[in-house]
C-alpha cells in the first residue's frame, strides 16, 4: 500500500566514515518531528525559519536532555522539496553511530524507517517527476562512467518523457477520432479519413521501433556491456586481463589450466562501462574442478555481448583453438592474436577470414589501444549519440514493443474493417503500453518492484 500519510526518515549518506552524513524525513510530521528534537544555540525557531534555510544547532533526545549530535538543520517547506512534502535535512557529523543516534530519536517520535527508494516514490506519487525520470534517478547514482551517467541525466530531465507524452498525444487523438464513430455505427469512415489514420498511426509505429532499436546499445551504458576473454589453457587470457586492467587482479602461470572460475571486474573505455571477464582456459579434462571452469567458461561465451577470442601466436593453431573458435561461433567477436613479441608460428591462413583479427603482447601491452578501439567499434556499431533519446531500461523496452504490436494490431483492423470497437481497443492497449513508461499506467506491483531496487534514504 502506497501511505503518504506517514512520515518517513532514513539516513541518506553511504554508511561510513565522512566528514558529514545526512538524514532525512519527508511527510506531513517532518517539521514537527525536527522541532522535538532540536535545539538552536541562538533560540532560532524552525517555524519561523523561511524554507531552504539551514539553522545551526543539536539534536537532543527529548526524553533524556542529552545531546546526540552538533547538526546544520536544513527546513524544506512543500511543494518545493525533492519529495513535494515538507522535508527536514539533519546533516551529522559522518561516521556510523551519530547519524545512527539521530535516525533512532527521529524514530522515537513518531517517523517511520523509509523503504528503499521511498523518497522518490513520492516525488513521483506527488507528481514531480514522472516514473522514467524516478529510474533515472536510480540510474545516475549506479552510473559508472561518465557517458552512463550524462544518458541517465538527459532521462532525468525528462527527454525520454516528453517524446513518450508527444506520442501518446497523437495516440489519443486517433483514439478519440475513430471512438466518435462507436456510437454512430451506421457512419463510415471516409477513405481518405481512414488513410490519414494508418498514415499516423505508421509515423508513430515508426518513431517508437527506432526508439526501441537504441536499446541493444544504449542498454550497454546502464548495465555495462559484457565481454569474456575466452580461449584454451595458456593463451594468456588472464594476463590480458591484467593489462586491460592494469593491474595484477588475476594469477597468471605458465601452467595450463590457472583460471578455474570466472574473474569480472569492471573496466571503463572510452566511457563505455564494461563488465569484463576471464574465464578458464577451455579445454577436454577430467579434473573435477577445472571441468566445472570450462563449463562456466562456455556459458560466459553465450552471456556475453562480445567476445574475445584469444590464440597464442607463437604456436601452430591447436585443435582446441578450432574447437573453441567453432564454439564462439556465430557470437560478436574479435580474434586476438597474443604474444606478438614472440616468433609467430600460427597459420594464420587457417582462421576464419571473416572474423577481425588483432595483434597484440599481453606481455608490453603492444597492441592494447587497436584492440581497446576496437572492442568499443564493435559494442557500439549503430554509434548511438549521447544528446539522443534512448531506451536503457529493459522495462521501457517491453512497454514499446507492446505498444508497437498494438499499434501493427489496429492498423490490421482498420485493413480489415473490423468493428470501430476494436480498432480502438488495440490503440488503447498501445496507449497504456507507453503509459506504464511514464507511470500514467501504473499497478502497485510495477512500483514496488522499481523502487524495491532503489536504496534506502533515496
Ligand atoms: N611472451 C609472452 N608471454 C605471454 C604473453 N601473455 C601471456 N604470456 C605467458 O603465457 C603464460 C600463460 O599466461 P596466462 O595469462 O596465465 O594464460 P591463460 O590463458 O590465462 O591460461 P589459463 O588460465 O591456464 O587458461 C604465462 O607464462 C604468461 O606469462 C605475451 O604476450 N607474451
Ligand atoms: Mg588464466
Redesign the pocket.
Known sequence: MINLEDTIAAISTALGEGAIGIVRLSGPQALDIAKRVFSSTKKKVIDETPTHCMLYGFIVDPETGGAIDEVLLTVLRAPNTYTREDMVEINCHGGVLSVRKVLEVLLKQGARLAEPGEFTMRAFVNGRIDLSQAEATLDIIRAKTERSSRIAMNQLRGGLSEKITSLREQLTEIAMHIEAYIDFPEEELELSTEKEIIERLQSVRTELKELSSTYEEARFFREGAQVA?V?????????????LMKQDR???????????DVIEEYLNIAGLPIRIM?????RETHDLAEAEGVRRSLKAIDGADLVLS?L?A?QPLKEEDRMMLERVGQKNTIVVL?????ETKIELSLLPQDLEQVR?????G?GLDKLKDMIVKKLLRHGIADEGIVITNLRHRHAIDRAVAAIEASEEAINNRSPYEIIAFEIRDALDGLGEIVGAVTTEDILNRIFSSFCIGK
Do not use: F, M, Q, W
Request: charged content about 20%.
Open positions: 576473454i580461449g584454451r589453457p595458456n593463451v594468456g587470457k588472464s594476463s590480458l586481463l591484467n593489462c588475476a594469477i597468471v602461470t605458465e601452467i595450463p589450466g590457472t583460471t578455474r576471464d574465464t578458464a582456459g577451455i584469444v597464442d607463437s597474443n604474444k606478438s613479441d614472440l597484440i603482447s599481453a606481455l608490453t603492444d
